[in-house]
């Protein structure tokens, strides 16, 4: 009965002792797994990249189409039209053409007249006008002359060029931020120059950027209109004084006895120029004549 009793107080306490280790165990396990939890593991790590780069093509192609949108709806296109016109006054045309410019606050680039060949005056102007008055300055032009020989417009489209312009230029700005901090943070002057040099570079780069992206803008901004004007006087009945009937008639009359002056003139000296030759052959011709006469006259008699 003892052993019995004593076997049953053995297991008793190891099943206590099993509770206790279970229970350990428990506690320790939560802990244990909440902490591996709290690192991230590598596949964690790879997904979050994936998802970050994934963030970035979507930002790239909606910049993309931002770029795209901004092209569509505003195109960088140089306008450049050429008019060639008749007026009847060259000066009044011209003063016309030059302060329309000026309201539509353009200039003048070139202005000439000339003389041509025919006694009529040509005259050329280079105007730039803003483009959103560049087809009105044209037709007003138009509607100052007497007819219109041609007219012409061609456009250039810069878009790409400018886009491209200004993000090499985003990107040289960049560089140069930070090169501007690499100078600063320089310990030894080798470094220093080298960094100089690299940064004078970028910043020449910029500034050739920055030149043609203003010029491109002007070229956009303000159309180029080239006109010629030729001057056609209006057709109208001349007075005696401007016909100069008399003096024609005379100058008629002179050139005729000159012309009879010269014929004979040319005549005296063909037959003294070539008497050597035809006083001998006239001699020939009428001793051959006087011959043949007196020959016919004896078979006549007989």
Same mark, same amino acid.
């Given at each position: 009965?003892?052993?019995?009793?004593?076997?049953?107080?053995? #297991? !008793? /306490?190891?099943?206590?002792?099993?509770?206790?280790?279970?229970?350990?165990?428990?506690?320790?396990?939560?802990?244990?797994?909440?902490?591996?939890?709290?690192?991230? /593991?590598?596949?964690?790590?790879?997904?979050?990249?994936?998802?970050?780069?994934?963030?970035?093509?979507?930002?790239?192609?909606?910049?993309? &189409?931002?770029?795209?949108?901004?092209?569509?709806?505003?195109?960088?296109?140089?306008?450049?039209?050429?008019? @060639?016109?008749? !007026?009847?006054?060259? &000066? &009044?045309?011209?003063?016309?053409?030059?302060?329309? !410019? *000026?309201?539509?606050?353009?200039?003048? %680039? *070139?202005?000439? !007249?000339?003389?041509?060949?025919n006694d009529r005056r040509r005259g050329t102007l %280079?105007?730039?006008?803003?483009? *959103?008055?560049?087809?009105?300055?044209?037709?007003? %032009? &138009?509607?100052?002359?007497?007819?219109? %020989?041609?007219?012409? @417009?061609?456009?250039?489209d810069v878009t790409e060029e400018y886009v491209d312009?200004?993000?090499?230029?985003?990107?040289?700005?960049?560089?140069?931020?930070?090169?501007?901090?690499?100078?600063?943070?320089? *310990?030894? /002057?080798?470094?220093?120059?080298?960094?100089?040099?690299?940064?004078?570079?970028?910043?020449?780069?910029?500034?050739?950027?920055?030149?043609?992206?203003?010029?491109?803008?002007?070229?956009?901004?303000?159309? /180029?209109?080239?006109?010629? #004007?030729?001057?056609?006087?209006?057709?109208? =009945?001349?007075?005696?004084?401007?016909?100069?009937?008399?003096?024609?008639?005379?100058? =008629?009359?002179?050139?005729?006895?000159?012309?009879?002056?010269?014929?004979?003139?040319?005549?005296?000296?063909?037959?003294?120029?070539?008497?050597?030759?035809?006083?001998?052959?006239?001699?020939?011709?009428?001793? =051959?004549?006087?011959?043949?006469?007196?020959?016919?006259?004896?078979e006549k008699g007989e």
């Amino acid at each position: 009965m003892t052993g019995i009793i004593l076997l049953f107080l053995l #297991m !008793v /306490t190891a099943g206590c002792s099993n509770n206790d280790s279970g229970n350990e165990a428990a506690v320790d396990g939560p802990s244990s797994s909440v902490g591996e939890s709290d690192q991230p /593991t590598v596949e964690q790590r790879d997904d979050a990249g994936s998802v970050e780069e994934a963030s970035d093509s979507r930002e790239a192609e909606n910049n993309a &189409e931002v770029i795209d949108n901004a092209n569509q709806s505003e195109r960088k296109v140089i306008f450049h039209g050429d008019m @060639t016109i008749e !007026v009847s006054a060259l &000066e &009044e045309v011209q003063s016309h053409i030059q302060q329309r !410019v *000026e309201e539509v606050d353009g200039y003048i %680039v *070139e202005s000439s !007249v000339n003389e041509s060949e025919n006694d009529r005056r040509r005259g050329t102007l %280079v105007a730039r006008v803003p483009q *959103e008055h560049f087809s009105s300055f044209l037709d007003e %032009v &138009e509607s100052a002359s007497q007819r219109v %020989v041609r007219r012409s @417009t061609r456009g250039n489209d810069v878009t790409e060029e400018y886009v491209d312009l200004e993000s090499r230029l985003r990107s040289k700005e960049t560089v140069e931020q930070r090169l501007t901090t690499f100078m600063e943070e320089a *310990e030894n /002057t080798e470094d220093l120059l080298n960094i100089s040099n690299e940064l004078s570079a970028v910043q020449e780069e910029i500034e050739r950027l920055e030149g043609r992206i203003q010029y491109l803008d002007n070229r956009v901004d303000y159309a /180029t209109a080239t006109i010629q #004007m030729e001057e056609h006087a209006a057709s109208s =009945l001349q007075d005696s004084d401007s016909l100069e009937t008399w003096s024609k008639a005379k100058n =008629l009359f002179m050139s005729s006895i000159n012309g009879i002056v010269s014929f004979f003139s040319t005549l005296i000296v063909f037959v003294v120029g070539l008497s050597p030759i035809l006083v001998p052959l006239l001699a020939i011709t009428a001793l =051959l004549l006087f011959i043949r006469k007196r020959k016919a006259g004896k078979e006549k008699g007989e």
